[in-house]
């Protein structure tokens, strides 16, 4: 059974920091890509970072590139998003995302809320 288990949510301030952490287990994930989404009240869940589990390469979306930095850590099987100089629009409930086109195979974590305050 697929798990992925994010943590590393809370209230900060605008300018501040947090890293979030989605711990994955159940299967291997070496043909997945490993991304994260949000979604903020009232709007659409939408991508903000993804990450290759075999090849490494990254993508960010362009409201969050030069703040965020998404990484892995094989070992573990765990993926990070670091977010720095948050801004109160990030806030959101982020949700951690394993997919491979590969095996037809989609999975979601339960999400951890992010608020930052102005």
């Known amino acids: 059974q697929v798990q992925l288990v994010e943590s590393g949510g809370g209230l900060v301030q605008a300018g501040g920091s947090l890293r979030l952490s989605c711990a994955a287990s159940?299967?291997?994930?070496?043909?997945?890509?490993m991304g994260w989404f949000r979604q903020a009240p009232g709007k659409e869940r939408e991508f903000v970072a993804a990450?290759?589990?075999?090849?490494?390469?990254?993508y960010y979306a362009d409201s969050v590139k030069g703040r965020f930095t998404i990484s892995r850590d094989n070992a573990k099987n765990t993926v990070y998003l670091q977010m720095n100089s948050l801004k109160p629009e990030d806030t959101a409930v982020y949700y951690c995302?394993?997919?491979?086109?590969?095996?037809?195979?989609?999975?979601w974590g339960q999400g951890t809320q992010v608020t930052v305050s102005s």
């Open positions: 990450i290759s589990w075999s090849t490494g390469n990254i």
């Open positions: 159940g299967r291997t994930f070496s043909s997945y890509s």
């Open positions: 995302n394993a997919e491979s086109s590969l095996v037809g195979e989609d999975y």
